[in-house]
């Protein structure tokens, strides 16, 4: 019999969202939804959809484990150079890369509570200790983080906007924040939501990894650009940096449909302008169905809404939405998280929501 060791033994695991065809089957209905993981529900840019197609062709050959092409091109975009760059089976991966490079047994990570569940995850499955800060009226508590540093915090998680609150740290207090980060440690900002943010007063992490800082940038394109199932992201920081994370990263962990594929919707303008429309749309239906409703949610610069329940549990909201067939995400006693779809989508998780209630 092998035993995990105990720091293994005692995550706890990530539970994913129960499948459409699964729920329809289970509930005996049809024409379920999904808006439990904040994908795109428009879905990727026809362009990846071409350049994928193509890419099928050579999956008899490895991946080009450099990502030549979309590296060049992100860089120039971005303005950085292509060495500063690194690409992950998804940005979960660069998470995972970042930790294993720089947290030793022992270490402390520093992260905000609910934010992503991931960073946790992964800091015990290296052995580091978590210290979790709560979030301050659902944004990250950048002072209270800054000030739980000690000589062993190796790393500190920033979602910038935060999942699940869809909340943003604004500049000045990332400038702060900055300002009181010990030497020795490791910045990461999670921008998966990135391109949804409307909000002005939104950090601009590059200009930290312009004066040279130690940050870890992270980026998808899981989110608004629609290609969640292929797992491609990527993270931005100093050369030297991804030098240390290029020895415990595997040497093809990125596949070649998914590099064609980000590569392609670079291109596409057009299509991350209506799914940020469409996202807009429909924020603004479900804001005032809410409301109407009296429900509690917090303003959202992401894909997502937080919602506060009063009275009642999320656990049994969950379980009353799925059985109208809806899939939301329940994320505590009082809170549900809800992607933003389709106008349909968002209709029926409107009128399931009354039904509910009504019951
Ligand atoms: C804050 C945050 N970071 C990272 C990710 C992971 O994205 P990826 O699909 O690139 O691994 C997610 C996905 O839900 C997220 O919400």
Request: overall charge positive; proline content about 5%.
């Amino acid at each position: 019999m092998i035993y995990a060791p105990a720091h293994i033994k005692t995550i706890k695991p990530y539970i994913p969202g129960k499948p459409i065809g699964e729920l329809e089957r289970e509930m005996g209905i049809a024409g379920a939804v999904k808006l439990a993981s904040n994908e795109n529900p428009i879905g990727p840019s026809p362009l990846a959809i071409k350049a994928l197609k193509g890419a099928l062709r050579d999956i008899n050959r490895y991946p080009d484990g450099s990502c030549y092409y979309l590296r060049n091109t992100l860089a120039q975009r971005l303005g950085v150079q292509p060495e500063d760059i690194i690409f992950g089976n998804g940005s979960n991966e660069i998470i995972e890369l970042a930790v294993r490079t720089f947290l030793g047994s022992g270490d402390e990570a520093i992260m905000a509570e609910p934010s992503f569940v991931v960073y946790s995850m992964i800091v015990q499955a290296a052995g580091g200790k978590n210290i979790i800060v709560p979030l301050k009226e659902c944004r990250h508590d950048l002072d209270a983080m800054a000030s739980h540093t000690t000589e062993k915090t190796k790393i500190i998680f920033i979602a910038n906007p935060n999942n699940p609150t869809g909340t943003i740290n604004t500049k000045s207090e990332m400038d702060a924040f900055m300002q009181r980060v010990p030497d020795g440690v490791l910045v990461v900002i999670d921008e998966a939501y990135y391109e949804y943010v409307t909000s002005s007063e939104y950090a601009d992490s590059m200009k930290y990894f312009r004066e040279g800082r130690d940050i870890l940038i992270l980026r998808t394109f899981s989110k608004i650009y629609g290609l969640a199932g292929l797992r491609i992201g990527y993270g931005i920081t100093k050369a030297s940096i991804i030098t240390e994370m290029n020895k415990v990263r595997q040497p093809f962990n990125v596949n070649s449909i998914a590099q064609k594929a980000a590569f392609a919707s670079l291109s596409d303008e057009r299509h991350l302008a209506r799914v940020k429309k469409i996202n807009e749309q429909g924020k603004k239906y479900l804001y005032k169905k809410l409301k109407a409703m009296r429900l509690d949610y917090v303003p959202t610069e992401t894909n997502f809404i937080y919602v506060i329940l009063k009275e009642g549990n999320a656990r049994q909201l969950y379980e009353g939405l799925l059985r109208h067939g809806v899939i939301v995400r329940p994320m505590g006693q009082q809170e549900i998280r809800i992607t933003i779809g389709l106008p349909e989508e968002n209709k029926k998780f409107i009128e399931a929501l009354k039904k509910v209630n009504s019951e």
